[in-house]
């Protein structure tokens, strides 16, 4: 059984660029929930994909925005990146059927916006 | 808007020592998570509690919840340095957000350390 997997791990980039990070859920799981953690801080849900559609979102704007494919990995897609988006991204899969179990949460993207 | 939140937020605590960190929140749930992180690494799961009166335990913690009141805590027995790291609760907010969807709000977290 793969566990969560995530790309890349660490990724500079300048204020109003856009950036993709991406996801592989947990063999077996199919729902994805993407995650910000600024430093020192808990994470922050962004939103859930289930079945490829945007299943919930959290206080994010916009320009947030993200997919699921067929085989229920994912992307977070970021336009007009701003300095306060540095962050550490998680991604964590579940199985939408058993809400008994708990979401596992990927090693993280560290993004940094100079 | 779902509230989660945690204390203490620091801990320093001696080997060998008991102590008992607690995380409440502010609307109805019955799922409560614990995770542990530590420093420049992922969340990794401890418990999952699903029902008031749950308790659950692995090893020198403990967790139990508390629907009635909210509440939910995570006794450390006999502390190693091993379990020096950053504790989160986190609640489901299954429906809040507008979609069903099972987002889940962390509290702060509580940075422990043991020291030997």
């Known amino acids: 059984e793969t566990g969560v997997t995530q790309s890349p791990t660490h990724l500079i980039k300048t204020r109003g660029q856009q950036v993709t990070l991406r996801c592989s859920s947990q063999s077996g799981h199919n729902t994805v929930s993407w995650y910000q953690q600024a430093l020192g801080q808990g994470p922050q849900f962004i939103f859930q994909y289930y079945r490829e559609e945007e299943n919930g979102r959290g206080n994010f704007p916009p320009r947030f925005s993200g997919l699921q494919f067929p085989n229920y990995s994912s992307e977070l897609n970021v336009n007009a990146l701003e300095l306060d988006d540095s962050a550490l991204y998680l991604c964590?899969?579940?199985?939408?059927?058993?809400?008994?179990?708990?979401?596992?949460f990927g090693p993280g993207t560290r993004l940094l916006v100079l | 808007e779902l509230k989660v939140e945690q204390n203490p937020l620091f801990l320093s605590m001696q080997e060998g020592k008991n102590y008992t960190i607690y995380c409440n929140y502010s609307?109805?749930?019955?799922?409560l998570y614990w995770y542990r992180q530590d420093p420049g690494k992922s969340l990794e799961s401890l418990f999952v509690?699903?029902?008031?009166?749950a308790v659950k335990q692995e090893g020198r913690l403990m967790a139990s919840l508390d629907t009635k009141a909210r509440l939910s805590t995570l006794h450390i027995t006999a502390a190693v340095h091993d379990l020096s790291a950053t504790y989160f609760c986190?609640?489901?907010?299954?429906?809040?957000?507008?979609?069903?969807?099972?987002?889940?709000?962390f509290g702060k977290g509580t940075h422990l350390i043991i020291q030997p």
């Open positions: 509690l699903l029902s008031n009166g």
């Open positions: 964590a899969s579940s199985l939408r059927t058993r809400p008994q179990e708990t979401q596992y």
């Open positions: 609307t109805t749930s019955d799922r």
């Open positions: 986190a609640v489901d907010q299954l429906g809040l957000s507008g979609g069903g969807a099972d987002g889940l709000t």
